[in-house]
């Protein structure tokens, strides 16, 4: 070949390899500037609006949320509730530390959807510990569900180490380190949102969009609701996506339900209480440094009736092996007959949480360092104009909870009060 023509055929191959760049340029441009359209969707609550894109996430997007307000937290908590949906929408942090005078970061709610003892120990307390937050008291919400040995409710745990956040963070053994296809999967997963969430898209979004628009199906019931009052699949989500900066998530059915349990029963004696994982999570607990305390959650009438055998044997079997293992087990001391404090019999409304948040204060003084100081109107923290007054204040600190539930000046009834109580 002549030089001539070597020439040409370089310049030949340099105009095909600058073209090629361009638009690959051109293409990741457009590809980073639809991904930064997708993130301000989101972060209006157009898209995914349960999710936060601009994280990297863990099994739930309610999970990668609070993971990430508790990261904001300059010290750790002295307290850190957890349990299942019970906890994480019935203990408001918040009202806890106004009631004792406390910071707010003094406490912090970490609820786990449909978390079991094994999930609690295998997945909760390793993850504080390997984001080396260590509160002086982890505190258990035991909801009826939450002690119980449900074996098929532990594919959770494998669900959280599947996660990317947890993959990143501990290199999954399935995953070859020198693979090309691993390097540029991990390379945008770290930079796009649109690649991380891309399977969140399709099944939280793209389905239930088309399911309503063609099949009219969208609305999600919740059990005994109330049909003058359906509930959005959308409004849904941007619901479950709020959380207060100290990591409580309201209940999103509040005000769709009659607040009575009316479901088929959830368990019975057969079900065994987990009591070889709840042995070993206290264990464990103390090995690490931290003290675990179990927190009674609070049931309407209606479901103790439902389950009435087994939450007594239940019961009692939690307090032997509390009083054996030296472990705190606290009671409400409020009353829990009210309907309008429940959403369904066992999942606390706004007001429940409110009232139950309120009601639990004091015995949690005790465990704080240095002591709190005394409240002269502690004792009368559970009347009607105090629990008004701290739903009001929570309303009113996060505008965004009457918007999202459409709360602009309704008249929400107050336990112990035959008036209704105006809420802004």
């Known amino acids: 070949m002549s030089r001539g023509q070597s020439r040409t055929q370089f310049w030949h191959e340099y105009r095909v390899t600058l073209r090629i760049s361009i638009l690959l340029l051109t293409a990741a441009g ?72 406390v910071p707010r970061t003094t406490f912090f709610n970490f609820g786990t ?41 532990w ?22 380190p020198d693979s090309i296809e691993v390097r540029i999967s991990r390379f945008l997963d770290l930079r796009l949102a649109l690649f991380r969430y891309r399977a969140d898209l399709i099944h939280q979004e793209l389905i239930p969009s088309l399911g309503c628009w063609f099949l009219g ?19 849904l989500e941007r619901r479950s996506g709020f959380k207060t900066g100290a990591g409580w998530g309201p209940q999103p059915y509040d005000g769709h339900t009659r607040g009575r349990f009316a479901s088929k029963t959830r368990f019975s004696k057969a079900m065994p209480v987990d009591q070889e ?25 209606s479901f103790r009736e439902a389950h009435a055998d087994a939450m007594a044997r239940n019961q009692t079997l939690l307090e032997q092996i509390a009083g054996r293992e030296g472990v705190g087990l606290l009671h409400p001391q409020g009353d829990y ?3 309008e404090l ?43 104009a105090s629990i008004a007054k701290l739903l009001t204040w929570i309303y009113e600190t996060n505008p965004a909870i009457p918007e999202l539930w459409h709360r602009q000046g309704p008249r929400l009834p107050v336990p112990g009060n035959q008036t209704q109580t105006p809420v802004r």
Not at 287 to 299: D, N, Y
Not at 345 to 368: K, M, N, R, T
């Open 337 to 339: 007959r009210a309907d």
């Open 342 to 384: 429940f959403v369904d019999g066992h999942h606390l409304s706004h007001l429940g949480a409110v009232y139950f948040s309120a009601d639990i204060a004091a015995s949690l003084a005790q465990y704080l360092e240095p002591a709190p100081a005394e409240n002269p109107n502690l004792a009368d923290t559970l009347s009607s």
């Open 217 to 235: 199906d969208c609305n999600r019931p919740a059990g005994d609701w109330r049909e003058d009052r359906p509930l959005h699949f959308r409004d």
């Open 155 to 176: 594919a959770l745990i494998d669900r959280y180490r599947d996660s990317l956040a947890y993959r990143i963070a501990n290199r999954s053994r399935r995953d070859d």
């Open 277 to 301: 994982n709840l042995l070993g999570l206290f264990s464990e607990m103390r090995k690490s440094g931290i003290k675990p305390l179990l927190l009674i959650m609070p049931v309407h009438p």
């Open 113 to 153: 959807g449909s978390q079991v003892v094994k999930f609690a120990r295998e997945v909760f307390v390793p993850h504080l510990l390997q984001i080396g937050v260590r509160p002086a008291y982890v505190v258990f919400g035991v909801s009826p569900d939450w002690p119980l040995r449900k074996e098929r409710l």
């Open 30 to 101: 457009l590809g980073k500037l639809l991904d930064l359209g997708l993130v301000e969707l989101n972060r209006r609550g157009v898209v995914l609006p349960q999710f936060d894109l601009t994280l990297i996430p863990y099994h739930d997007p309610r999970v990668t949320r609070r993971h990430a307000l508790l990261r904001e937290y300059q010290e750790p908590p002295q307290i850190i509730f957890t349990g299942d949906s019970r906890t994480k929408n019935g203990i408001v942090p918040e009202v806890i530390s106004r009631v004792l005078g």
